[in-house]
Each structure stands twice: as C-alpha cells, then as structure tokens.
C-alpha cells in the first residue's frame, strides 16, 4: 500500500462552519504534513507531524488546527475560514521528517463561501 | 536568497522531447525530485537524482544534474497527451531542517 488517503475530496463551507479535514497513511512513515495549495502555483508547506508530534509550524493562522491521533492519521481541523482559505489542501507523507520522498495525497480542494 | 526556478510554460507536439529545466541555490541538497500534477490531483513523485550523480534514466524520463551551474532537467522522450500536466522541481534546504522547497512549476502541453 503505497497510498495516502484525504476524504473528502471537496468541501463548501460558509466562515461560521466547523469542518476537518482528514488524511490516512499505511506505510508506517513517521512523517506527516499538511500543504495548501492555491492554483497552478507550488504548495506551500503549512504543519509537519514528527512521530506524532508536531515540529513545523509555518505561522499558520489559528483558524487552521492539526491533530495527529496516531502515526497512521493526520487531520485539519477548520474554524471560522476566510474565502480566501480555499485551496486545495494537500496531505503527504515520507519515512521520516524531510527524509528520502514524499507522497502525496490527491488533495481535498476546500471552497469557503 | 535560496529558491527553486523554472519557467513557467513549454509547449510541445505529441511525439517529440519535452526538456523542463530548473534552477536551485542551495548546494547542500542531497536529492532533488521532479513531481508531477496532473489537473485536480495531488502531486506525484516522478523521479529523483541524488546530488552525485549526473544523470539518471528512468525508461522515457531523463534527469541531468550540472552541480557547477545549479541546473537540473527532465527530459521525457516521446512526449505524449498524457504528459500534459504541471511539473514541479523540488529540493530540500538543510539548513531549515531539510524542508522541501519547490518551484514554482512547469505547465506542459502537449499538442497531437
């Protein structure tokens, strides 16, 4: 199983809403992450899960919440979103932080209304 | 400062070779990588050279590596409408905890 698995694949919320992201891997990486992506432009790296714990964090707003219930799942919890947080928000992993390749999920594109 | 550049478009006919080309500033990286995103999909990891090497081929992708110059290729042969996509050339920077910098991509079309 070389996959990472992000449900759902899209998502409309309004600014009150709370919503999560979630994003699952089975390849026993001790590394996860979560990246925004606007279109055609590069991710921009926003949280990195080292073993369970967090150790990068991007100055992301508050509104933007990572979890990591255990070394197999990743999710991003969401609260009071602006519009201009819609993006496709990508999940990866890789066998250890920034260690050898990172494999990505195929995204959940978020619209915030 | 350290960044990763490419152009931003290619366009090319069904058949013939497609060379995307990318510049970086950090000589400390290790492996540099070569994505691929296709329209509504996450990135795929395509290939990868490690910094001692000079070239690698992979059946119809090529990757060259000149360390002097900072300079690294894809080179797909026999380029195909399938290949039409956003390529993303990436490195790690070292001394920021190995964090993946990425370019700002490629946008290959691919014409029958």
């Known amino acids: 199983d070389t996959e990472v698995t992000q449900t759902p694949k899209h998502l409309v919320m309004g600014m009150t809403n709370k919503k999560s992201l979630k994003c699952e891997q089975h390849?026993?990486?001790?590394?996860m992450y979560w990246y925004k992506q606007k279109a055609k432009k590069p991710p921009e790296l926003m949280f990195v899960?080292?073993?369970?714990?967090?150790?990068i964090n991007e100055s992301v707003p508050s509104r933007f919440s990572p979890e990591c219930p255990n070394s197999s799942l990743l999710n991003l919890h969401l609260h009071a979103l602006q519009p201009e947080d819609s993006a496709l928000y990508l999940c990866?992993?890789?066998?250890?932080?920034?260690?050898?390749?990172?494999?990505f999920g195929s995204g959940t594109q978020l619209s915030v209304l | 400062g350290e960044d990763v550049e490419q152009s931003l478009f290619l366009s090319v006919r069904e058949g013939d070779s497609s060379v995307i080309n990318c510049t970086y500033t950090?000589?400390?990286?290790?492996?540099l990588y070569w994505y691929k995103q296709e329209p509504g999909a996450g990135l795929q990891l395509l290939t990868y050279i490690f910094s001692n090497m000079d070239m690698k081929q992979d059946q119809r992708l090529t990757v060259l590596l000149n360390k002097k110059d900072k300079h690294l290729s894809l080179r797909i042969a026999d380029t195909q409408t399938g290949d039409s996509a956003i390529y993303f050339c990436?490195?790690?920077?070292?001394?920021?905890?190995?964090?993946?910098?990425f370019g700002q991509g490629t946008e290959l079309s691919v014409k029958p």
């Open positions: 950090d000589s400390s990286s290790t492996y």
């Open positions: 990866a992993s890789s066998l250890g932080p920034f260690n050898e390749k990172l494999f």
């Open positions: 990436a490195g790690p920077l070292y001394n920021q905890g190995g964090k993946l910098i």
């Open positions: 899960y080292s073993y369970e714990k967090l150790s």
């Open positions: 390849m026993g990486h001790r590394a």
